[in-house]
Each structure stands twice: as structure tokens, then as C-alpha cells.
């Protein structure tokens, strides 16, 4: 007697539904793979159903299209036949972490500081952040040297800055480099001469001719950029990945969702970024995820992209992409 077959999925590979088309995310290879809404349908019945269920659900005209299609699956590593489903569970889509602050972005001016930038450092050190980029306007090198010494023997784990040009520069910044292994990338813009370039971190210290802070403020990430992981994948099933557990600082002190934005939450100089980061005001985008999103919510890709647009809401539910 035969026994009942069913395909399983590796559970890694997730099946995601768009408008016009369906994808399955490979979260072990970082690779996507398109495919027709049909197939993401059979799929769902797949989850349930062993194929000769599925199959007797299928019109005439269409088993070989059915077929077709488990053969393809297979062919591709996509999954494997099984008598024994319930064996294999999903993957867990819980997305946890410890931190109450994964990113900070921060503006400070030596020349005109608006705030205490070690203060601030020290508080986001207090909420675990994971990642800090400091955009850093000096007065001389020294000044760099005094930011790298505030982020050393911190929890972060990585520290980018990006910083005008003085003179001087290319010592410093290949000093701290070196000195400070929390540092993810330096750029220094606004660099007099072209071709620029670190022998010894060549990759890592970037010197940019152009002032970039001049349009820094009016750029989004690209739309043809795909992160696929775990991670990732598993963060953005009940968060916005952008705003979940972000916050900016601007010159002066103002705490915001994004530098972008033009409402703020407060002031660092009178306000604990605690306190700020846990009312629900601040903390609203951080739970709007791409379901959630009517921009986004017919798109296959949506579990990859690094959404940053500026959101409007629309109602207790949805949001939209702002004008």
C-alpha cells in the first residue's frame, strides 16, 4: 500500500504573496526566488494537504501545470516529500532582543554644541544601543580624538562617523581607526582633492569630495536594495524595521523618529531619552510593519526592503506614504 505523500517546504524557505506575483525567501542563502500566485496558492493547500488531496482539487486542464509545479519545487531544493509533516515545524517568526535602542543617529557641532554629546552617549550606552552614526561637525582633529575616546569600552557595537574635512584628517582618522575597534566606517566629505584613499583602511575610511550633509537629509534608501535574513525577515513580520527601536538626534538636541521629520519628542537637554523612548507617542512607527503599510502591503519584496519613507496614518490601522 502506498503511503501518503506530502511536500514540505525547508523551513527556511518562506512563500511570501504579492499582487501580481509571489516570492519564497531563501533566509539561509539570502536569495529570493519569484514565483507565479498559483504556486504560492498550491503551497498554502500544500501546508495541510498531501499532493493527491491537492491534486484531486485540481481541474483536468491544469494537472500538469500541478505537476509541473512539485517538480520545479523539488528540482530547486525549494523542499523535500515527506509521509511524516508534522514532523518538521515552521521556523519561529519571534523576533526578541534586549536592547531598548538598536540604532541612534546623532548630529553634534563642537563649534556650537547644542548638547552634551558624552552625556547623550553615556544614555544610549544605558539602553543597549547596538549601532551609533554620529555626523560630526570640529573644530580641529582633537575633537575627533575626544568622540572616539566617548564611544570606547561602551556596549555599542558599532560606531560609524561621518566628519568634515580639517586638516590634518587622514592621521587622526586612521589613528582612531585603529585604536577603537568599535569603528564600523569613517567618511570624511567635503575632502579638497580627488582620489583620496586609505592605504591602510582602504575599504572602512572613505574621503568624499562632495559636502554630503547638503542633500543628506532629503534621501531615501534604495528601493533595489534587498536585505534577506532571518533576522530580518522576522523583525519586519510585526515591526517597521527603519523606526523599530531608532532614534535621532539633531544639532540641536531635538529627539526624533527620523532627521527627516519635522516633529520632534522632546529635547535632550530637558528630557531623559529613557523617558522619551517609552512614550507611545514616539514608540507608534515602531509597530507599523509592512502589513500594515498600504504602500506596501502587496508587495512580495516588503519583508526585504529597508522602507524610509515618511508615513501618514490613515486610520486605526493603516498608514500610508506621506506626500
Known sequence: MKRTEYFKL?????????????AIYN????????????LFDVLEKLETQSIEEVKEQVKQEEIIIFESYIEFLIKNDFGFLTTDPQEYPKMSMQWRTPNKINTAVVEYDFND??????????????????????RLK???????????????????????????????????????FGDNEKFDYIIVHNYPKPGMYSKKFEN??????ENIYEGLHQRNFPNNNHIVN???FTESQKYH?????????????????????????GNVNSVAVKDVIESNEFKELWNVNPDRVIDYREDELRYSK?????????????????N
Open 241 to 265: 524595521t527603519y523606526y523599530n527601536k531608532r532614534i535621532c538626534v539633531n544639532w540641536n538636541g531635538d529627539m526624533k523618529n527620523c532627521l527627516l521629520h519635522a516633529s520632534d519628542f
Open 27 to 38: 533566509l539561509q542563502r539570502s536569495d529570493i526566488k519569484f514565483i507565479p500566485n498559483s
Open 138 to 176: 570640529v573644530r580641529d582633529c582633537n575633537d575627533i580624538v575626544t568622540f572616539s575616546e566617548y564611544t570606547k569600552d561602551l556596549v555599542f557595537r558599532s560606531v560609524s562617523l561621518i566628519v568634515e574635512y580639517v586638516a590634518g584628517v587622514e592621521e587622526v582618522t586612521e589613528h582612531v
Open 204 to 209: 572602512q575610511i572613505n574621503y568624499l569630495e
Open 10 to 22: 525547508f523551513s527556511h524557505n518562506i512563500p511570501v504573496k504579492g499582487k501580481e506575483r509571489s
Open 306 to 322: 529597508f522602507y524610509t519613507h515618511r508615513l501618514e496614518k490613515v486610520d486605526d490601522y493603516y498608514y500610508k506614504v506621506a
Open 230 to 232: 532571518v533576522k530580518y
Open 113 to 134: 554644541p547644542g548638547y552634551s554629546l558624552q552625556e547623550l552617549i553615556h544614555q544610549l550606552d544605558d539602553l543597549l544601543c547596538t549601532h551609533i552614526e554620529v
